[in-house]
């Protein structure tokens, strides 16, 4: 089997001083670019109803180049300015489809600033414990993973902390990973990461609590601090690096369950997200971030293929919770979400709620998969 997919590397990268004034640069020249765009889309749209696309777009930012007030353009790192542009493009795509709202602007003052830029002729490349970056040039980097393939763009970010990284986004050849042929179905638990079918119930990490209970406490402290004094910004510094240990105790954890789902099962049922739903619910807010569901269901969709299982999608209108995953029967007093336990009053059988709800999710993605 040969087959090419897409996957994301994050780094982290060490520019020098220079370097860093060279990716402050083009982050400016970015902003400046999608901005400048943004005003002539507008301005065009407003006085001519004339929609100026990507295609006019790259061909008057060619053009502007050219003019003295608009020359430091030329020597930034074109292909990224281009990037620019297509964001651009994008966010009003987005804004026609009706995904999002109208584009706004990019400010300078931002907490995250990041320039994406394509690989043309190997001019990104790793080479060692460097990265070339064009127009940065040669950047000290941190390979934490290694990768093989060949590198599509690059997304160059600063953190609120002033850290650096780089995306690379990889294209690799597919090698496929053997299953141990399982069969899993899971269910989003109340106080659990998730419980599946087989009774696990596979929690939260504590560390993680106790970073978010330190985040609140911080982030109260800052409410509190005299705005754009010293020490509201040492507080806002103090704030984002425990939101930087969040993100990365829960991305690891992320990964190590995800891949541990798709190694050990050849099909793995779910329910499709109903993030929104989900965060409404104060009790499933506390534990569950939509954010981190989607991020643990994308995971699980690319692992899955270099895995190859199968991962199969319920329908939220499924009852799950509510059927009795033995004979079937449907108990609507189960709806109650304090019911952790609960006999079924047509066959007797004892359930955990979770468990419960978990195995008729692997029952009714059996049925869809045997049904295709
Ligand atoms: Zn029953």
Redesign the pocket.
């Known amino acids: 089997m040969y087959m090419l997919y897409t996957k994301g590397y994050k780094y982290r990268i060490y520019p020098n001083r220079a370097q860093i004034n060279r990716i402050e640069n083009i982050f400016g020249c970015c902003r400046f670019v999608f901005n400048y765009f943004l005003t002539l889309r507008r301005t065009a749209w407003k006085i001519s109803g004339q929609s100026i696309n990507y295609v006019l777009s790259s061909r008057i930012l060619t053009s502007l180049k050219k003019y003295r007030p608009y020359v430091f353009l030329a020597s930034s790192d074109s292909m990224a300015l281009q990037e620019s542009l297509k964001d651009l493009d994008r966010a009003y795509q987005n804004f026609f489809d009706k995904r999002n709202s109208y584009p706004k602007y990019k400010s300078k003052h931002f907490h995250k600033q990041s320039y994406r830029t394509r690989n043309v002729n190997n001019c990104i490349r790793v080479e060692g414990k460097h990265l070339i970056l064009p127009k940065v040039g040669k950047v000290k980097i941190k390979l934490s993973r290694s990768f093989k393939g060949r590198i599509l763009n690059a997304t160059v970010s600063r953190d609120p902390s002033g850290k650096y990284y780089v995306s690379l986004c990889v294209e690799e050849e597919l090698i496929p990973k053997p299953n141990a042929g399982g069969m899993t179905g899971i269910d989003v638990g109340l106080h659990d990461f998730y419980v599946d079918s087989n009774g696990n119930h596979i929690p939260n990490p504590k560390a993680l609590r106790r970073y978010e209970k330190k985040l609140a406490r911080e982030q109260r402290r800052l409410s509190r601090k005299v705005k754009g004094s010293k020490n509201s910004k040492k507080q806002r510094r103090e704030v984002s690096r425990i939101h930087e240990k969040i993100h990365n105790l829960r991305t690891d954890f992320l990964h190590k369950e995800s891949t541990r789902l798709v190694s050990e099962n050849q099909v793995i049922c779910m329910e499709t997200l109903k993030v929104k739903g989900m965060v409404r619910n104060h009790h499933l807010a506390k534990s569950v971030s939509d954010a981190s569901w989607s991020r643990f269901f994308s995971m699980l969709k690319y692992k899955s293929m270099e895995y190859g299982c199968d991962i199969i999608q319920v329908s939220t209108f499924f009852p799950s919770s509510q059927l009795?995953s033995?004979?079937g029967?449907k108990n609507p007093v189960v709806k109650d979400l304090s019911i952790r336990k609960w006999v079924?009053p047509?066959?007797g059988?004892e359930h955990d709620r979770d468990m419960n709800a978990a195995i008729n999710i692997l029952k009714e993605g059996m049925k869809l998969l045997t049904a295709a």
């Open positions: 009795c033995c004979c029967y079924c047509c066959c059988a």
